[in-house]
């Protein structure tokens, strides 16, 4: 176990140097000059006035540092756990930035990914034992898996939303609330919460639901389950394997879905103007802000690691070979 | 099926916990109100949880990310409304009769061609108590010293600033530059000495600047991603001083969403007063869903121009005869129709806002002038030698080079991309070979500031009191590098650069004044440094659900209705004290 856990530190300590060396680099080879860009912004008349100012941001940014020097600061300042201040939203602090951000995308991320996971999983092993559920969810998750999610937000804001007026069409509360510790703010945050979880949810939904169904049937005609149907083995036992069986593929997926968490959904942000890290990552490119850029992909990376790590590790627990594995013995 | 029992749980607990961090977070700017103060007053403010409908207006398209300074020094990326509605300016400017009205000033003038004394009214007061006095105007004029605070050009003009007594400053001016001082005042906001006088001198753009002392009609109140919340300062010295009373006790400024999400909320009464360019609003203002200035074609006031910057440097671009003809070849009533559906209108030949029109020289833009005229754009082709040469259907440069130009507009605007499809067409029709292109905006920025591009669109010259602005943005000299505020098309000095130096040193009823003007609209036509396109609009749609007597043309209030950065002091202001409650 020990050997297996430093191993795979070193492997993660490895990725995590080389992507933060690429998110320190990525920005600074796209098109544009950030500062150049804040001051065109800016609108300042007078040619005269622009020297002093671009002199004045450059060493705010430390852009008038030699690039290996800037590499270096960066480490330094990331280390001490400062992510620098952010050029688009000048002078916010891109920690201070992403904070605001982020417990928006989780909360709208996790439960997503998660229970969409859990019932898609379920609905699937469902399905591929009963015949007349195959008959319909398999067609119902066929059409959401291949629904442009972009359509079906649109059609969820435009239905339920304008026309219907059950749901908020904007916003992470209502505009016209002051965020408070009380219930009504808080049944209003899930109000306005709801439509872009459902289209989340909605949408990732047929996807797991078709992969478990094939899954479990792929299982229940293996050898060990006729097998066990051969001993006379109760077909409550054969199903509870096969549903072990084809759940480690599918936490394979999981992990990978939950890397992306908190890269956020911009298209969710976007068409329920729900405020989130996605969208931030957009403004961030359009506007060439290195720091909130680097900011924000270092929460990705993080994230996927950290999802992955933890899918290390309940691998462990739920596939028996990876622990005979660890232990030494021949699977 | 158990593993599934023992996950949910875990689930709910991870739902629970982000949605209570979420709403931690979000709470978090309650506990930045300012406690200081008295009787609790403050402390009932922040147990408003609601704000009421009909004491709140919500507002939108000014600001495009979070908010993140209230800063007024560096006069960009601030809050919606932080001049305007918490700082204020010596002066309001009315764009209708291009009049600069007293605003924390009381009176004005130049007492000798050097001398200007200002005269601040009496009893003004910061929202803290403290007293703004002639000493607040006195520092904010000398934080021009500072070589990075944006007015530090004012001091090659500016000799001094004095307080002679608490409500009166004399300037005196080493080279009196009447345009861009009218300009000062009512564009830069009075900064208070006994908050900013604190700051660090590398500081002063760099301060975010929370908790917020201003002199104006609404305080800080909160803020978050998606919003910034004013409330109103009933201690305003402004009700009786200039008789405002603003009739909402809130205003909600939403940080700018998708057009679709913008109109929906517009639409829903959601927001009461949209600046946002809504594509297609034409036909809900014809249904009388929503509001705007003009009950038709434009529907909105001119803001801006829209230019097409040939790159001077280049050929044939460096031929003023090359450069007229591509203006006479623009239908630019096809993009009016085709990309705006009538939301904007043609700019005049002179590329003046309409704002302007009292400036016209009317026997110049008759002589000069141009319209679009495919025939007239081929024979100026003609007479200046171009010709096809190779017969590809496409004009050669006298010398016989084949020309080929490429038109660019950033990706996503699709406003623009439409328009510069319709120059490209234009343009190819009359025997130029023009193609568009998009690429991102920030290379567009890029190629457009070191001059590497051929055409391009640009709007920066901006309403403002004196058509000083829009020369200086069209003949400025000299070319630098990086040129950033002006002269895209880097052209050479053709002895418009002194008229426009002369002009700004010129006061507007001075007899030379209207001369001046006359010569530099001449040499705008005849040099076409930049062709004049359309006037882009000052996009304003106004659902009167909850709130009435929106500025219209004719109506009872025609102020300029914008909540863009400098135009609170243009109108914006106005906007909102004229409003009243529906119903």
Redesign the interface.
Same mark, same amino acid.
């Given at each position: 176990m020990r050997t297996y856990l430093a191993r795979k530190a070193t492997i993660y300590a490895l990725t995590f140097f080389v992507a933060v060396t690429l998110n320190w680099l990525i920005p600074r080879l796209?098109?544009?000059?950030p500062v150049?860009?804040? =001051?065109?912004?800016?609108?300042? @008349?007078?040619?005269? /006035? =622009?020297g002093?100012?671009v002199?004045?941001?450059e060493n =705010?940014f430390g852009l008038d540092l030699p690039v290996w020097q800037q590499y270096l600061n960066y480490w330094g300042s990331l280390l001490s756990g400062d992510l620098g201040? /952010?050029i688009?939203? *000048?002078? #916010?602090p891109v920690e201070d930035?992403i904070?605001?951000?982020v !417990?928006?995308t989780?909360?709208l991320m &996790?439960?997503a990914i998660?229970?969409s996971w859990?019932a898609g999983?379920?609905m699937g092993?469902l399905a591929a034992r009963r015949k007349w559920l195959d008959n319909t969810v398999l067609p119902a998750s066929y059409l959401l898996t291949a629904t442009p999610y972009m359509w079906l937000a =649109?059609l969820l804001?435009w239905g339920l939303?304008?026309v219907a007026?059950w749901f908020p069409?904007?916003?992470?509360?209502? *505009?016209?609330?002051? !965020?408070?510790?009380?219930w #009504?703010?808080?049944l209003d945050? &899930?109000h306005h919460?709801f439509l872009p979880f459902l289209s989340l949810f909605l949408v990732s939904l047929g996807g797991w639901a078709i992969g478990m169904r094939n899954l479990i049937i792929y299982e229940l005609e293996s050898d060990y389950a006729n097998y066990l149907s051969a001993l006379g083995a109760p077909q409550r036992l054969i199903r509870?394997y096969a +549903?072990?069986n084809g759940?480690l593929p599918q936490i394979t997926g999981l992990a990978l879905q939950l890397g992306t968490v908190i890269g956020g959904a911009l298209v969710t942000e976007?068409? +329920?103007?729900y !405020?989130g890290l996605g969208y &931030?990552i957009l @403004?961030a490119v @359009?506007?060439?802000d290195y720091f909130l850029l680097q900011g924000a992909l270092l929460f990705v990376v993080v994230g996927v690691l950290v999802a992955n790590f933890v899918i290390d590790l309940v691998y462990v627990v739920?596939d028996p070979r990876t622990r005979t594995g660890l232990q030494g013995a021949t699977a | 099926m158990s593993l599934h029992r023992r996950r949910w749980p875990l689930v709910a607990a991870a739902t629970t916990a982000a949605l209570i961090a979420l709403a931690a977070c979000s709470a978090d700017p309650i506990d930045q109100e300012p406690t200081d103060d008295v009787e609790g007053l403050d402390e009932a403010a922040a147990l408003v949880s609601e704000y009421p409908r009909e004491e709140t207006i919500f507002t939108s398209g000014s600001q495009w990310g979070p908010p993140s300074s209230w800063n007024p020094i560096p006069q960009s990326g601030e809050a919606t409304g932080v001049r305007g509605l918490l700082y204020e300016p010596l002066f309001s400017f009315d764009p209708a009769t291009l009049e600069l009205e007293p605003w924390l000033a009381e009176s004005g003038e130049w007492t000798d061609a050097d001398t200007y004394v200002l005269k601040l009214r009496e009893g003004l007061t910061w929202q803290d108590g403290e007293a703004l006095d002639a000493q607040d105007v006195v520092f904010t004029v000398e934080l021009g010293k500072v070589p990075d605070v944006r007015w530090s050009n004012m001091w090659t003009w500016l000799a001094s600033a004095t307080a002679t007594d608490a409500t009166t400053v004399t300037f005196e001016f080493s080279d009196p530059r009447y345009q861009e001082w009218d300009n000062f005042l009512y564009t830069n906001s009075v900064l208070p000495q006994h908050v900013m006088s604190t700051w660090a001198a590398t500081d002063y753009n760099s301060n975010a600047n929370e908790d917020p002392v201003g002199s104006g009609a609404f305080t800080y109140s909160t803020h978050g991603q998606d919003r910034m919340v004013w409330e109103r300062n009933d201690d305003w010295w402004g009700k009786d001083a200039l008789g405002l009373e603003f009739p909402m006790r809130y205003i909600v400024d939403i940080v700018n969403p998708s057009n679709e999400v913008a109109l929906g909320l517009l639409l829903q009464g959601g927001l009461d007063l949209s600046n946002n360019f809504l594509p297609g609003i034409q036909t809900l203002v014809e249904n009388d869903q929503v509001q705007t200035f003009y009950p038709e074609a434009p529907f909105m006031l001119s803001a801006n121009t829209a230019v097409l910057v040939p790159n001077t440097l280049r050929a044939p671009m460096d031929d003023a005869e090359f450069r007229r003809a591509m203006a006479f070849a623009i239908d630019v009533d096809k993009i009016v129709a085709n990309a705006y559906g009538g939301l904007v209108q043609k700019a005049n030949p002179t590329g003046l806002l309409p704002a302007y029109e009292s400036l016209y020289d009317d026997g110049v833009i008759s002589e000069h002038g141009f319209e679009y005229d495919a025939d007239e754009a081929a024979s100026i082709l003609a007479d200046a030698g171009y010709a096809d040469t190779d017969g590809d259907g496409f004009v050669e440069t006298p010398a016989g080079e084949p020309i080929e130009l490429e038109l660019i507009v950033p990706a996503g605007w699709t406003d623009w991309m439409e328009a510069s499809r319709v120059i490209a067409e234009d343009l190819q029709a009359a025997g130029i070979n023009v193609t568009a292109d998009f690429p991102d905006s920030g290379a567009v920025d890029d190629a457009r500031s070191s001059g590497d591009f051929d055409l391009l669109i640009n709007n920066w010259a901006g309403l403002s009191n004196t058509p000083w602005t829009y020369y200086n943005y069209l003949f400025h000299q000299p070319v630098r590098d990086l040129q950033l505020v002006g002269n895209f098309g880097r052209a050479a000095d053709a002895g418009a650069w002194t008229l426009v130096e002369q002009l700004s040193r010129t006061a507007s009823d001075s007899p030379e004044y209207a001369q001046i003007m006359g010569q530099l609209q001449e040499l705008s036509l005849t040099q076409m440094p930049m062709v004049p396109l359309w006037y882009n609009g000052l996009w304003a749609q106004y659902n009167t659900s909850t709130w009435e007597n929106w500025p219209t043309d004719g109506g009872d209030s025609q102020a300029y209705p914008s909540t863009w950065g400098g135009f609170w002091q243009m109108g914006g202001l106005r906007t909102l004290a004229a409003l009243q409650p529906a119903g």
């Open positions: 796209m098109p544009g000059d150049q860009r804040m =001051i065109s912004r800016a609108g300042v @008349q007078h040619p005269e /006035s =622009i002093p100012l002199e004045y941001y =705010i201040v /952010s688009w939203l *000048f002078p #916010s930035v904070a605001r951000a !417990p928006f989780l909360a &996790l439960p998660l229970l859990v999983n379920w092993a =649109i804001v939303g304008v007026g069409v904007a916003g992470g509360y209502d *505009f016209g609330l002051r !965020p408070t510790m009380t #009504s703010f808080f945050l &899930l919460w509870r +549903f072990r759940l976007v068409v +329920f103007a !405020p &931030l @403004q @359009q506007n060439a739920v | -």
